[in-house]
T-cell receptor
Framework: LAKTTQPISMDSYEGQEVNITCSHN???????ITWYQQFPSQGPRFIIQ???TKVTNEVASLFIPADRKSSTLSLPRVSLSDTAVYYC????????????FGAGTRLAVHP | AAGVIQSPRHLIKEKRETATLKCYPI?????VYWYQQGPGQDPQFLIS???????DKGSIPDRFSAQQFSDYHSELNMSSLELGDSALYFC????????????FGPGTRLTVL
């Protein structure tokens, strides 16, 4: 499975856009990129998944360059409630596959 | 909408005791996963089941076992508990063929004294 590298922590302020970049140099052809969010003492929650180019949903956007060796999760206009740990995962798509969590990014949103 | 249910939510055990954690997946989900998250750690995959058969195995100690029953609920059995087993245990479920998203339960916090 491709190893991922993310910033350990990030700080932002309410209303700002936050971009978290994940490096995955060894991503395989069949791998997808998935982001999960986790609040303290809660289970992770799926945010977004993509394979290439750009994916957008109601909470985030995911930008993936052509070489797919990195990806960027973009959170528009963050609020205090977006303070959480964000995990970038790379692996096969399909609901059968286990999630391999690396070290996530601890995002702190300040007033 | 129905979510993944885990019980108990909190459990306190002594060393060398046994514990059983239960997971009730979202209705019609056919795949169940177990994850362990130690204090300050990232979630680690333990084991998964698809249609009541073990589908994958991760870093699950030999002292642990799990199964999925005919009603799709799953149980994680833990024996000879050690202090290092103290952690949050999450169960997740998914509908394997159609969706890529795993839905996590609220977790069981196990404390071993």
């Amino acid at each position: 499975l491709a190893k991922t590298t993310q910033p350990i922590s990030m700080d932002s302020y309410e209303g700002q856009e936050v971009n978290i970049t994940c490096s995955h140099n060894n991503i395989a052809t069949n791998d997808y990129i998935t982001w999960y969010q986790q609040f303290p003492s809660q289970g992770p929650r799926f945010i977004i998944q993509g394979y290439k180019t750009k994916v957008t949903n109601e909470v985030a956007s995911l930008f993936i360059p052509a070489d797919r060796k990195s990806s960027t999760l973009s959170l528009p206009r963050v609020s205090l409630s977006d303070t959480a740990v964000y995990y970038c995962l790379v692996g096969l798509s399909g609901g059968y596959n286990k999630l391999i969590f690396g070290a996530g990014t601890r995002l702190a949103v300040h007033p | 909408a129905a979510g993944v249910i885990q019980s108990p939510r909190h459990l306190i055990k002594e060393k060398r005791e046994t514990a059983t954690l239960k997971c009730y997946p979202i209705p019609r989900h056919d795949t169940v996963y177990w994850y362990q998250q130690g204090p300050g750690q990232d979630p680690q995959f333990l084991i998964s089941f698809y249609e009541k058969m073990q589908s994958d195995k991760g870093s699950i100690p030999d002292r642990f076992s799990a199964q999925q029953f005919s009603d799709y609920h799953s149980e994680l059995n833990m024996s000879s508990l050690e202090l290092g087993d103290s952690a949050l245990y999450f169960c997740a479920s998914s509908l394997g063929r159609l969706r890529d998203e795993q839905f996590f339960g609220p977790g069981t916090r196990l404390t071993v004294l």
